[in-house]
């Protein structure tokens, strides 16, 4: 099993970005996917999901209005489309997998997770 995060890079305050996470040995059709981040010195935090049966969207308040989760189930992909991105978007953001129908954001829910790709707002 793996999840392939990447899109990440260095944007301006304002911007756009738009990250996505491959999953291979697992399907969509059966796990639901968290999108967390762990800005530089704190601890990871979950602000997004996307349930497996019905793809319904879940997002914390730290971006609610500025990220879009969506999926492509044909190519086992999920999308983080992320605008209006401030500095303190800065961080490491993690996909990852969670068996079941539901969308959670707690860490231990999760069953597999990617490696990470950084994310720099400049102001």
């Known amino acids: 099993v793996q999840l392939q995060a990447s899109g990440g890079g260095l944007v301006q305050s304002g911007g756009s970005l738009t990250l996505s996470c491959v999953l291979s040995?697992?399907?969509?059709?059966?796990?639901?996917i968290g999108w967390f981040r762990q800005a530089p010195g704190q601890g990871r935090e979950g602000f997004s999901c996307i349930s497996s049966n019905n793809g319904r969207p879940y997002y914390s308040d730290s971006v609610k209005g500025r990220f879009t989760i969506s999926r492509d189930n044909a190519k086992n992909t999920v999308y983080l489309h992320m605008n209006s991105l401030k500095p303190e978007d800065t961080a490491v953001y993690y996909c990852?997998?969670?068996?079941?129908?539901?969308?959670?954001?707690?860490?231990?829910?999760?069953?597999?997770w990617g490696q990470g790709t950084l994310v720099t707002v400049s102001s």
């Open positions: 040995g697992i399907s969509l059709d059966d796990y639901a």
């Open positions: 990852a997998a969670d068996k079941g129908y539901g969308c959670y954001l707690f860490e231990l829910e999760y069953d597999y």
